[in-house]
């Protein structure tokens, strides 16, 4: 019977390496015999392909310069200076308009309709099992302007394993961030 070669997981051929002695010397030609096999075996190791490579999230400070429907038109911000190129950074997905505007079927059992102002800071509810309406506003708003302190400070998030929605306004494409919310901002009944 001929001995067949040793084989990896993968049913590959295995070089075989030599047994080293107790005591002996590892010369440069013995050692780089060592790594010419690993490499040889490791070459034909592939990994998966379905494997994901998840890219670094990048968490950017920035300050708001206005707002508008599903986002929110920033600069970067280090704590002193701000930058010269505007940027566009997504609402929190409950904060957007356009997932929610005039739906037929509503999000339980709630129809939202927006306001005309183009920053989408507030809406009316309207409960479909009762026509029953509330007026509602995002607590605390979001204040745009042309820098801190007259503008306000957000966390934004690049990289988002998955990506960003698709599910945008058109004049939204291009955003790359996500307000992180860390200021807890959400839709609140409207006071009087």
């Not at 998966?48 to 300050?63: A, E, H, N, Y």
């Not at 507030?122 to 099992?129: G, H, M």
């Amino acid at each position: 019977m001929i001995a067949q070669p040793q084989q990896d997981i993968f049913g590959l051929p295995l070089d075989e390496l030599e047994k080293f002695s107790r005591g002996e010397q590892l010369g440069a030609g013995k050692m780089n015999r060592l790594v010419d096999t690993v490499n040889r075996n490791s070459a034909q190791i592939r990994p998966p392909s379905q494997v994901i490579r998840p890219t670094t999230p990048i968490v950017q400070l920035f300050s708001v310069r206005s707002v508008r429907r599903d986002y929110l038109l920033c600069r970067t911000w280090d704590g002193s200076d701000i930058g010269s190129e505007d940027i566009k950074v997504l609402k929190p997905w409950m904060l957007r308009k356009t997932p929610f505007h005039n739906t037929t079927a509503g999000r339980l059992g709630i129809t939202y309709e927006y306001g005309q102002a183009s920053d989408a800071q507030d809406r009316v509810a309207t409960r479909t099992s009762d026509d029953e309406t509330e007026d509602q506003v995002v607590v605390p708003l979001y204040d745009g302007g042309t820098s801190p302190p007259n503008a306000d400070i957000i966390f934004g998030m690049t990289n988002v394993l998955g990506g960003l929605d698709d599910n945008l306004e058109t004049f939204a494409e291009g955003a790359t961030f996500i307000d992180m919310n860390f200021d807890g901002r959400q839709w609140a009944k409207a006071t009087t």
